[in-house]
């Protein structure tokens, strides 16, 4: 019998196979898809350099381009603001990466088997059954057994979509339609690598994202609130977009993908012997671009539970997922907030955009934009904690 078998190898179930494998645990991981894989969610937060430096994870290296902030931009008013994350509050992380994630995915792979995880690609999980001393998972490649569980299989949720707890998060992005120019021009592409920022632009229907990545391309997206939406949105914005013109000039384009229904929480997602991390427990909307982040923490956080019950022999208990949830708790809420404010009220007029906000308040929403979410000494996240929507939990 193994210690542990982690369903999915996206960012949370690499990092949390990774950090187990390290501390001697005997730790199986099956993913379905034989990486690299494609995947959308380009953009990472500063947050993650911590994690990278305890996974011992080298993103600096050439491979990824580096990010130093967000712009929001509304074409219409012709309003800019730039938010760059050195601007933060004191002792935010100064800088993240934009990464190809098929790249970005299978490095941390890699990390995983050199701490010691065995890796099984292209196997996919059929059946999962809680069996009280021990979790049974059954796969395209035979049936293992372990003491523990942890469902990583992002969007696909497994366990949630198997016990219909996938709670649709209503007034959120609906759909999104997204495709990559390459290769660029060398001039446009030096223009955007510059600052390496995300691209935020205001719609009507709802907004649009530009993501530079490395090398001369560029993810374009568009996400519609509305639940009229056709996927030729994207040709729509993208001949009526200067900004967009300008930096593609002609390059060409990929094939249009869509994806909908992905903002969703799963209302079960932790029990005895199991838990489900990253967006297999919750994906709120890709707006500010929290995904990853929140995955990679999220395992992060349940392994520090874990780990010791592992130990102890108490890993049967539901209450090691304790301290992660409460701490993932106060990251999702204040992410959850953020992202009601921008679809519901005024905060990009009155806040994005005004010209000479209170610069406390400026620096504590770099922060929240970096996903430096657990300080306690930031008075624009109270605010979004005070008057928050939507509660995780
Ligand atoms: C339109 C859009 C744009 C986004 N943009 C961003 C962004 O800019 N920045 C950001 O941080 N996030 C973004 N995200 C979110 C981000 O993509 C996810 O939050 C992130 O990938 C979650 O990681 P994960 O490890 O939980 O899941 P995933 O990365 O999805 O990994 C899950 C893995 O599980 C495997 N799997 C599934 N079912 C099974 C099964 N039955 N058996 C075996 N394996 C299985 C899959 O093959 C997959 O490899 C975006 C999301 C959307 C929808």
Redesign the pocket.
């Known amino acids: 019998m193994r210690d542990v078998v982690v369903?999915?190898?996206?960012?949370?179930?690499?990092t949390a196979a990774t950090l187990l494998a390290r501390e001697g645990f005997d730790t199986l991981v099956?993913?379905?898809?034989i990486?690299p894989?494609f995947?959308?969610?380009?953009?990472?937060?500063p947050i993650d350099l911590p994690i990278f430096e305890n996974l011992g994870f080298e993103a600096g290296d050439g491979a990824f381009l580096k990010k130093c902030g967000a712009e929001f931009i509304d074409e219409r008013s012709g309003s800019f603001s730039e938010f760059l994350f050195v601007d933060g509050l004191s002792g935010t992380p100064p800088y993240a990466y934009q990464v190809d994630?098929a790249t970005f995915?299978n490095a941390l792979l890699m990390r995983t088997r050199e701490a010691g995880a065995e890796v099984r690609v292209g196997?996919?999980?059929?059946d999962v059954e809680m069996l009280g001393d021990r979790v049974r998972v059954s796969?395209s490649d035979g049936v293992h057994e372990a003491r523990y569980c942890i469902d990583?299989?992002?969007?696909?949720a497994?366990l949630a979509r198997r016990a219909h707890t996938v709670e649709p998060i209503k007034g959120f992005?609906v759909a999104?339609v997204?495709g990559h120019y390459d290769p660029l021009t060398e001039a446009r592409w030096k223009e955007l690598a510059r600052t390496g920022s995300?691209k935020i632009l205001m719609l009507e229907q709802g907004w649009s994202?530009l993501?530079p990545i490395e090398s001369h391309r560029l993810s374009f997206?568009v996400?519609s609130h509305k639940a009229t939406f056709s996927p030729d949105l994207l040709d729509s914005v993208a001949s009526a977009s200067k900004v967009v013109q300008h930096f593609t000039n002609g390059a060409p384009r990929t094939e249009k993908r869509v994806?909908r229904n992905?903002s969703y929480k799963n209302t079960a997602s932790h029990g005895s012997r199991w838990a489900c991390?990253?967006?297999?427990a919750c994906?709120l909307d890709?707006v500010f671009?929290?995904?990853?982040?929140?995955?990679m923490l999220g395992?992060e956080r349940l392994v520090e539970g874990l780990a010791p019950a592992l130990r102890t022999n108490t890993e049967r208990s539901a209450d090691v997922t304790q301290p992660f949830r409460k701490k993932m708790e106060r990251a999702y809420d204040t992410f959850a907030s953020l992202i009601h404010s921008f679809y519901n009220t005024k905060l990009v007029e009155n806040l994005f955009f005004v010209e000479h906000p209170d610069p406390e308040i400026r620096a504590g929403l770099i922060s929240v934009l970096a996903g430096d979410v657990w300080r306690t000494d930031n008075r624009f996240q109270e605010m979004l904690l005070t008057g928050r929507h939507h509660r995780h939990v």
């Open positions: 369903i999915g190898a996206g960012p949370a179930g690499s099956l993913d379905q898809a990486f894989r995947h959308i969610g380009e953009s990472l937060l994630r995915d196997v996919k999980v059929t796969a990583a299989t992002g969007q696909d497994f992005g999104a997204f995300i994202w993501i997206g996400v994806i992905f991390i990253g967006d297999a994906f890709p671009s929290s995904g990853v982040s929140l995955a395992a």
